[in-house]
Structure formats: structure tokens, C-alpha cells
């Protein structure tokens, strides 16, 4: 997998960048699986977090409305289609 693709495919569907900066949040950072999408709840409200390791940073993403998750998801199978052709391609 291409980080520098998939971050900015983040980027496009809304996601921030964070930096771990207390104890806990550096805990948490270190336990997620690096370069792979996560969906995890906070206080009742859903997010999607990705961690990009070599970079330092986790991308975030609130799930504000079923439409944001949609968002999300369609951006996923487009990359997942992308990926799958230029794979193709290469074999």
C-alpha cells in the first residue's frame, strides 16, 4: 500500500492529522496497527482513525452523519479499485 496515496485520500475525505502529545494518547497511537483504518466510538460518537507510523501521525475522521460514513466508504472502494488496477497493470 502507497501512504503517500492513501494519506492523501484522507485528507480529501475530511480526515485531520494529530500528533500524540499526552501519555495516553501516545499509548494509544502505539497499540493501533499501522497503515490500516480503524473505527472505534468515544463518548457515543463514532470515528475512523489511520495511523501513519513512519510519519508520526494518526489521521482522524468523526463520523458527524451517515452521509460522512458513505463518504468514507465510497473513497475506500475507489482506492481499493485504483489499487487492484494498478496491480493489474504491474503483473
Do not use: C
Not at 460522512?68 to 482506492?79: P, Q, S
Amino acid at each position: 500500500m502507497e501512504t503517500g496515496n492513501t494519506t492523501s485520500l484522507l485528507s480529501a475525505a475530511g480526515f485531520r492529522t494529530h500528533t500524540p502529545q499526552t501519555a495516553k494518547q501516545k499509548e494509544i497511537y502505539a497499540a493501533l496497527p499501522s497503515n490500516k483504518l480503524e473505527h472505534a466510538t468515544v463518548k457515543g460518537k463514532g470515528f475512523y482513525v489511520f495511523k501513519d507510523e513512519k510519519a508520526g501521525v494518526a489521521y482522524i475522521a468523526w463520523v458527524k452523519a451517515e452521509i460522512d460514513e458513505t463518504l468514507f466508504r465510497r473513497i475506500l472502494v475507489n482506492r481499493t479499485i485504483v489499487q487492484t488496477l494498478t496491480e493489474s497493470k504491474v503483473t
